[in-house]
Nanobody, 117 residues
């Protein structure tokens, strides 16, 4: 089993920054993909960014330049640095870990990010 726990959400004013963290624990395989999705009220869940255990990164085009994903493999932790936040970034941010060789993924419960105007 794998547990995924996010932290770091909160309330911030527009233009501010937040850093989200996510740690996976349990049966961790070294080859994996970790990342973030988000879901705003009334909208579908959408990709924010992903990073493989080899460091390959993918961002949603609309977020490039403001959001930065990174990871610490030794800690099974992924980070999301969010800068120049906008009210439209308000959403629940979900972290996940995926094992490509097994075709399985595990999700956290989400952390709320609210950006006030």
């Amino acid at each position: 089993q794998v547990q995924v726990v996010e932290s770091g959400g909160g309330l911030v004013q527009a233009g501010g920054s937040l850093r989200l963290s996510c740690t996976a624990s349990g049966d961790i395989f070294s080859i994996n993909v970790m990342g973030w999705y988000r879901q705003a009220p009334g909208k579908q869940r959408e990709l924010v960014a992903t990073i493989t255990s080899f460091g390959r990164i993918n961002y949603a085009d609309s977020l490039k330049g403001r959001f930065t994903i990174s990871r610490d493999n030794a800690k099974n932790t992924v980070y999301l640095q969010m800068n120049s936040l906008k009210p439209e970034d308000t959403a629940v941010y979900y972290c996940y870990i995926n094992y490509p060789t097994l075709g399985t993924d595990y999700w956290g419960q989400g952390t709320q990010v609210t950006v006030s105007s």
